[in-house]
């Protein structure tokens, strides 16, 4: 099956082909997606790689952390806190790059399994558990990853990783919007 040609979560088009054809984009995007809106946070890839001029996970491990800061600082801000996620980007940065030869595809390639993918993923700077389930549904039901063990892990409800289409981006979104609204009505 392999990777789908676009993830249409940001609604620029050429970021949604990187976040889909670029593995380290992708988890980057992942790493930003907190306290910001699917869209900013998986345009902040493409972001980056205009002002940088690439995405090398070893390079921006490497950068001065003033430097990357100017960078994810500058007008627009790369994320609503920069300066955490300025950090937050280095550090994943720096496991890609040490850890899986700056190739974040060997997150999920090198896997030996759902539970080994699950705790993959969850070393990675910025991947909570959350994000481990909604990551493991997009590799598992968009870019085809079979793994033993895997498909018990996956989450039942509906993650951004089944969202294919802008449609279904609003309507999740707006999911999370009724829910969120109901569980502060509940808290009274």
Known sequence: MGAPATLPWTGDDAADRLIA??????????????QVTV???????????ERLGHLDPARIAAM????????CREKPAVHRFPGTM???IQDLC??????????????????ADGPDLA???????????????????????????????LAPLLPAQRTLGDV???????????????????????AG
Do not use: C
């Open 119 to 149: 705790r993959r993923l969850g070393a990675l700077p910025g991947i909570g558990e959350m994000k481990v389930k909604t990551i493991m549904a997009l590799l598992a039901r968009q870019y085809g990853v079979e793994l033993p063990g």
């Open 86 to 88: 300025a950090r937050r």
């Open 164 to 186: 294919a289409s802008a449609a279904e981006l609003a309507d999740y979104q707006a999911g999370k919007r009724a829910a969120k609204a109901a569980r502060r009505a509940a």
């Open 94 to 111: 720096a496991v890609i790059a040490g850890d899986h030869g700056g190739d974040g595809s060997r997150v999920w390639t090198g896997a």
């Open 64 to 71: 001065d952390p003033d430097a990357f800061l100017a960078v």
């Open 21 to 34: 054809g670029d593995p380290n984009a992708l988890l980057i995007g992942f790493a930003l997606d907190q």
């Open 39 to 49: 869209q900013k946070a998986f345009a902040g890839p493409a972001v980056l790689r």
